[in-house]
């Protein structure tokens, strides 16, 4: 045996798991129960698309028009707010024109001097303040829903006209309600949030894609 969690048998080195006492694999039944898991909260997700579905169609519009969307989240969400601009500014998974995206997540310069100068609660909303003109959107992201510099992010854009997307989880919180278009992720696992979260941002970026190169489906 080697070490740790690996075995050598006829010279070659394999993975084998860590069992409990009752010898079951516990590495095993928790692969199943996450995938379970996230299998049954995307089940959930799929009983409301038309969040999803308008969410992308003010998307496909404002970029239509010129405009961009902004992005913006914390943690995990900050992640996924810079994964979906990326995706707009180079390709999901077609060529087509570059889209205009950006994550106000992104700038630790930026950052770091308003939550200093003003406070952590701002960082968002003075970025919103700069770069969002009517008819933008801007997209905030939080998996409790309680997220305050979200909530402000998304007021300051609808005091400047942009079109509001909120993408939550558990109940949606005040973030939820400071949107014009609210997709909740109903559970209070943020783990699992994330991952449909992921899911229906892809799905997001899919629809925009194909309606840049195919304008309504054709």
Do not use: W
Not at 108 to 118: F, I, R
Not at 130 to 139: K, M, T
Not at 140 to 159: D, P, W
């Amino acid at each position: 045996m080697t070490s740790g969690c690996t075995e050598k048998r006829h010279g070659a080195v394999r993975p084998v798991c860590f069992r409990a006492s009752r010898g079951e694999d516990v590495s095993v039944d928790l692969v199943v129960s996450t995938l379970t898991d996230t299998i049954a909260l995307h089940e959930r997700a799929k009983q409301n698309p038309q969040p999803v579905v308008d969410a992308a169609a003010v998307i496909v519009s404002a970029l239509g028009r010129g405009g961009k969307l902004l992005l913006f989240g914390n943690g995990g969400s900050a992640a996924d707010a810079q994964h979906v601009a990326a995706e707009f500014v180079g390709r999901f998974q077609r060529a087509r024109v570059a889209l205009a995206a950006v994550a106000l997540t992104a700038d630790s310069s930026v950052l770091t001097s308003l939550g200093n100068d003003y406070a952590f609660d701002r960082v968002f909303a003075r970025q919103v303040e700069a770069l969002g003109r009517p008819g933008d959107v801007a997209l905030g992201i939080s998996t409790s829903g309680a997220s305050a510099n979200v909530v402000l992010g998304l007021e300051a854009a609808h005091a400047r006209g942009l079109l509001t997307v909120a993408l939550t989880g558990r109940d949606g919180g005040a973030v939820g309600r400071a949107a014009a278009i609210h997709v909740n992720v109903p559970s209070d696992v943020t783990a699992r949030v994330q991952e449909v979260h992921r899911t229906l941002l892809h799905v997001m970026c899919e629809i925009v894609e194909n309606e840049t190169v195919h304008p309504g489906g054709r």
